[in-house]
Antibody, heavy 121, light 107 residues
Framework: EVQLVESGGGLVQPGGSLRLSCAASGFTFSSYEMNWVRQAPGKGLEWVSYISSSGSTIYYADSVKGRFTISRDNAKNSLYLQMSSLRAEDTALYYC??????????????WGQGTLVTVSS | DIQMTQSPSTLSASVGDRVTITCRASQSINTWLAWYQQKPGKAPKVLIYKASSLQSGVPSRFSGSGSGTEFTLTISSLQPDDFATYYCQQYNLYSFAFGQGTKLEIK
């Protein structure tokens, strides 16, 4: 069974930093793309970042480019999101999501339950 | 960047109704479009990918169509479990933008 478990969320002051993690199990992590998606309270879904299976290809949404860094450790079956220069508008539930575009054409086939990031003074 | 626009934003319908949600892309995305269902407090679930392919385990009352810039999600006969928010998503060029969502409510 595919499982994605996010952690690392919490309350942080504007301008601060936070590192999110996503622990993956139930599939061969090193073979699949991974993503971060966020959802502000009561709002819609916003894609944040993508990383290819090897980590060689990375994309970011314009809203986080230059402030957030996605990475992965295939030996540890883990995905990360380093967030810096945080703003109030970054407050959201952050989901990690597995992708399978290369083989099946499915962008996000499994999701975690999310970790909440609150940016406030 | 490619923008995705869904309509309507809210849809009121009854059990047994046939409903259609529309999604428009600001430029052609071929068939690189997915549909998701999200219920309150839960993570989204993929229903349709590549515009018209039904994800494994999703009931056949859900269907998707379209290509280029205009797409639809159709639920042929609404069931009580289908009342939720639906999002389209493009995955064409270097981004994975979502539409703003359509909340499907019980009439």
């Amino acid at each position: 069974e595919v499982q994605l478990v996010e952690s690392g969320g919490g309350l942080v002051q504007p301008g601060g930093s936070l590192r999110l993690s996503c622990a993956a199990s139930g599939f061969t992590f090193s073979s699949y793309e991974m993503n971060w998606v966020r959802q502000a309270p009561g709002k819609g879904l916003e894609w944040v970042s993508y990383i290819s299976s090897s980590g060689s290809t990375i994309y970011y949404a314009d809203s986080v480019k230059g402030r957030f860094t996605i990475s992965r450790d295939n030996a540890k079956n883990s995905l990360y999101l380093q967030m810096s220069s945080l703003r109030a508008e970054d407050t959201a539930l952050y989901y990690c999501a597995k992708g399978d575009i290369a083989a099946a054409g499915i962008p996000f086939d499994y999701w975690g339950q999310g970790t909440l990031v609150t940016v406030s003074s | 960047d490619i923008q995705m626009t869904q309509s309507p934003s809210t849809l009121s319908a009854s059990v047994g109704d046939r409903v259609t949600i529309t999604c428009r892309a600001s430029q052609s995305i071929n068939t690189w479009l997915a549909w998701y269902q999200q219920k309150p407090g839960k993570a989204p679930k993929v229903l349709i990918y590549k515009a018209s392919s039904l994800q494994s385990g999703v009931p056949s009352r859900f269907s998707g169509s379209g290509s280029g810039t205009e797409f639809t999600l159709t639920i042929s006969s609404l069931q009580p479990d289908d009342f939720a928010t639906y999002y389209c998503q493009q995955y064409n060029l270097y981004s994975f933008a979502f539409g703003q969502g359509t909340k499907l409510e019980i009439k």
